[in-house]
């Protein structure tokens, strides 16, 4: 009783009014003669087998025209997962690293490492998370809760053939909870380490005509506050005298989160689907500070507010199906305490900071997406698909205050108190750009054994013109224990508006000429069921990418540096995945990642990501009791970018112990999860030349405990 005085009254009386779905309920709206594609194909092959990211609809995992992973809600039970970023580093050939600032996740996927990460994609039920700043999910992300994750769909590789910019080095869709996938209302509350506490409620069931899934989950943390021992200040203090470093200091990585959910379906029209979502993160911390220099006071709050409406897979007349979309995104970002780029008693040549050299971004933006496709059945052996779509992304609100101003050599001159520059010198002036696109794929299934699947998506943007990306794939049935896929495909990623229209800053000047990013990947992949219980899968891949964004110093103004497409790269690696059912009660799986990256201008490691990457997981289900799993991860090998003389990053291997009631105990069910037991010493790379030059620290050992009741 006492979660449910935490939680809005409103949802409470809808959790009171509605009743939970029968048993046998299969999808929202849905009987059992109203089942899914995705659906039928799961009872067929069972969930984690089938994977619709790869083209669009549902098909089984092995045949898809992709390299893909699928994890499921049981599987992230089963890992005493407890937040996103644990799910995802299990994925091959997929590594997570951290920025400075605000400690942001990077989700590097074969070996392709930027400042902010723009080159993944991440979906949310298909809708992108994009922020239009930075070009990924937003520096105050955040991640989503897991216990309302139904499943993640991950494509590594190109992807903009189906969804266009950004799939450039991989694809992440999260599938919430729907109303077929909660039993009834459930309860429940976790804390651990690191003052960490939450708690949320979330009902799968019917009101009236509707099937309904809702979800609210509040928590809090105080962050771990591991050291860092030297930061961006520490070198500034050598150059002037000064004794302005907060290090060595704690990383600031608190945070204060809410999140809500709303699934709504028509029992009697169920291809039609309306979701609602809201994020909100406050007092979010700094990290190592947004300047690479600490920043113990600084707080930020991001607000993400989400609806889509879906309209799938309709029968309109005799071999041909459509579907239709429609969503909108605002998101805003707000700094509630002044950044200190850095902290009070920072001197510059043009002057002393007492209170700190202080910046203060704030952005507001919304996202309309709009988008159809067809179907046609009727030709013997194809799946013919076209499809279009129309994106306006409007960043409507920009604010600028700060304690400085630049001068003509680029130079920051303190002017006193904190005050509002946003017309007089914004770091961005509000954009918007529209994207037009058109998209036709064909899934052709030549022989009994033989599918070859051909894609194309042109997208028309409103700033920088148009880019066509195609996609080609063979898969063929060798043997019914062996499949075995050839794969090409070209991706691109749009320039974000900070790369393209950012102003007043002679550090990083926006370059409104900049194309996007390109890359052409190439893959081999094999999946043979080695025996009744063993499952292995191999992928070897290539890609190479041009027109990189870069920030390339001003040569005639003497300082700073303007964003260009300059550098290329290209790389080449495997991915080696097993499942492994040693018993009844036992099963092991692990995955062994190997990549080279290399800058082609200085024939060097590209740098940061590492170049070895193993991860395993062993399940034992104790009959009566649960499950206990335990689980590895090494990464390895990571090298510094060209230009870093720093010894490389140094290796790491971490141990997690998990447990896991599940449904044992009736109505209840608890977890207890053990994160990096042996306490190793974890950090992620820190930017080149080392402004923070002993890396970012990762938390120590933790614990986290967490208990659910349904009623």
Aim: aromatic share 8%.
């Amino acid at each position: 009783m006492r979660l449910l005085t935490c939680l809005p009254a409103t949802l409470i009386a809808l959790l009171g009014a509605a009743q939970p779905l029968p048993a046998a309920a299969a999808a929202p709206g849905s009987g059992q003669a109203h089942l899914s594609e995705e659906e039928e194909l799961a009872q067929v092959y069972g969930d984690k087998s089938s994977v619709s990211i790869a083209t669009g609809s549902a098909q089984p995992l092995r045949r898809a025209p992709a390299v893909a992973t699928v994890i499921t809600a049981e599987d992230i039970a089963a890992m005493g997962a407890t937040g996103l970023d644990q799910v995802l580093e299990t994925v091959p050939g997929m590594h997570v690293a951290r920025a400075a600032i605000n400690y942001e996740p990077l989700y590097i996927a074969r070996g392709i490492y930027s400042v902010n990460n723009p080159q993944m994609l991440m979906l949310q039920n298909g809708v992108p998370m994009t922020t239009l700043l930075t070009g990924s999910r937003g520096t105050i992300w955040g991640g989503y809760p897991v216990d309302h994750i139904a499943r993640i769909e991950i494509i590594r590789g190109p992807g903009s053939a189906l969804y266009g910019a950004d799939a450039f080095s991989g694809v992440i869709n999260i599938v919430t909870k729907g109303p077929a996938d909660i039993p009834g209302t459930q309860l429940g509350a976790g804390g651990g380490s690191f003052h960490t506490r939450e708690a949320w409620v979330q009902h799968g069931g019917k009101l009236g005509p509707l099937d309904v899934a809702a979800y609210v989950r509040a928590g809090n943390a105080d962050g771990a506050r591991s050291l860092v021992t030297a930061d961006a200040q520490s070198a500034r203090d050598k150059v002037f005298g000064t004794r302005a470093s907060l290090a060595p200091g704690p990383v600031n990585t608190g945070y204060d989160a809410v999140d809500a959910h709303l699934d709504l379906a028509l029992a009697q029209w169920p291809q039609l689907r309306l979701r609602t979502g809201y994020q909100l993160r406050y007092n979010a911390g700094t990290g190592a500070g947004v300047a690479s220099a600490l920043d113990p006071v600084g707080k930020e709050r991001g607000e993400r507010m989400l609806a889509d409406l879906g309209w799938t897979d309709a029968a309109l007349a005799d071999n041909w199906s459509a579907g239709a979309a429609a969503s909108v995104m605002q998101y805003k970002q707000r700094i509630t305490t002044d950044l200190r780029l850095s902290p009070p008693g920072t001197r510059f040549p043009t002057g002393l900071f007492p209170d700190g050299f202080i910046g203060h971004p704030d952005t507001s933006e919304r996202q309309l997406r709009l988008s159809a496709h067809a179907t046609y059945h009727g030709w013997t052996g194809h799946k013919l698909r076209l499809g279009l779509g129309h994106d306006d992304l409007d960043m409507y609100h920009t604010a600028t205050f700060k304690n400085y101003v630049f001068n003509p050599a680029g130079v920051p001159v303190p002017t006193g108190p904190v005050i509002d520059y946003s017309q007089i010198q914004p770091f961005l002036l509000p954009q918007r750009r529209t994207v037009n696109y058109v998209t036709a794929q064909d899934e052709w299934q030549f022989a009994r054994d033989w599918a070859l699947t051909a894609g194309v998506r042109h997208d028309r943007y409103s700033d920088f013109g148009g880019t066509t990306n195609p996609r080609l794939a063979v898969v063929w049935d060798a043997a019914l224990d062996l499949t075995a896929k050839l794969l090409y495909g070209r991706a691109f990623r749009a320039p974000s508006f900070n790369e393209q229209y950012g102003i007043n800053n002679p550090v990083q000047r926006g370059n409104p000429a900049l194309q996007p990013e390109r890359i052409g990947t190439l893959e081999a992949a094999l999946a043979w069921q080695a025996g009744q219980r063993l499952q292995l899968n191999l992928n070897l891949y290539r890609h190479a990418m041009q027109d990189i964004i870069r920030g390339v110093p001003n040569a005639q103004a003497g300082t700073g540096a303007t964003f260009q497409n300059t550098g290329n790269q290209h790389g080449k690696g495997l991915e080696l995945e097993a499942v492994w059912e040693a018993a009844r009660t036992v099963q092991v799986a692990g995955s062994y990642a190997w990549q080279r990256s290399i800058d082609d201008a200085s024939g060097q490691d590209a740098g940061y990501a590492p170049r070895h990457h193993l991860n395993g997981r062993l399940d034992w289900r104790v009959p009566g009791w649960g499950m206990l799993s335990a689980q590895f991860n090494r990464v390895a090998d990571r090298r510094r970018a060209p230009g870093d003389t720093r010894p490389k990053v140094p290796d790491y291997t971490t141990v997690d112990l998990a447990f896991s009631t599940g449904r044992l105990l009736r109505h209840c069910e608890f977890s207890l999860a053990l994160r990096n037991l042996f306490n190793a010493d974890v950090r992620e790379p820190s930017l080149a030349p080392g402004a923070i030059p002993n890396d970012l620290p990762m938390a120590p050992r933790a614990v986290q405990v967490r208990a659910a009741f349904t009623l």
